[in-house]
Nanobody, 124 residues
Framework: QVQLVQSGGGLVQAGGSLRLSCAAS????????MGWFRQAPGKEREFVAA????????YYADSVKGRFTISRDDAKNTVYLQMNSLKPEDTAVYYC?????????????????WGQGTQVTVSS
């Protein structure tokens, strides 16, 4: 079992920045893929970013490329999502997730464990 506890998020004006954190505990995530997804009201959950824990390869949705950065801290077993130049359309509940089985990084069905979600609201 893997427990994922999220922190960060909140309300920010357009153009501002926020950082989300996702602390993993329990089973080791050193061989997993960690992902961030988001779900806006009335919309399906969508892929935001992912990182292969081993090797550190990162992936981004086109909508956030150049603005968001995913990173990990091995010592803290924590993954971060740094969000810059935020836009109102980034408003959503953000979820971190762990994929132990090395599935497609952008498919939420392949992720095995999920954080509790955190609200990000960007005002115009």
């Amino acid at each position: 079992q893997v427990q994922l506890v999220q922190s960060g998020g909140g309300l920010v004006q357009a153009g501002g920045s926020l950082r989300l954190s996702c602390a993993a505990s329990g089973r080791t995530v050193s061989s997993s893929t960690m992902g961030w997804f988001r779900q806006a009201p009335g919309k399906e959950r969508e892929f935001v970013a992912a990182i292969r824990w081993s090797g550190g390869t990162t992936y981004y949705a086109d909508s956030v490329k150049g603005r968001f950065t995913i990173s990990r801290d091995d010592a803290k077993n924590t993954v971060y999502l740094q969000m810059n130049s935020l836009k109102p359309e980034d408003t959503a509940v953000y979820y971190c997730a762990a994929d132990i089985g090395y599935s497609d990084y952008d498919n939420d069905l392949g992720y095995d464990y999920w954080g509790q979600g955190t609200q990000v609201t960007v005002s115009s």
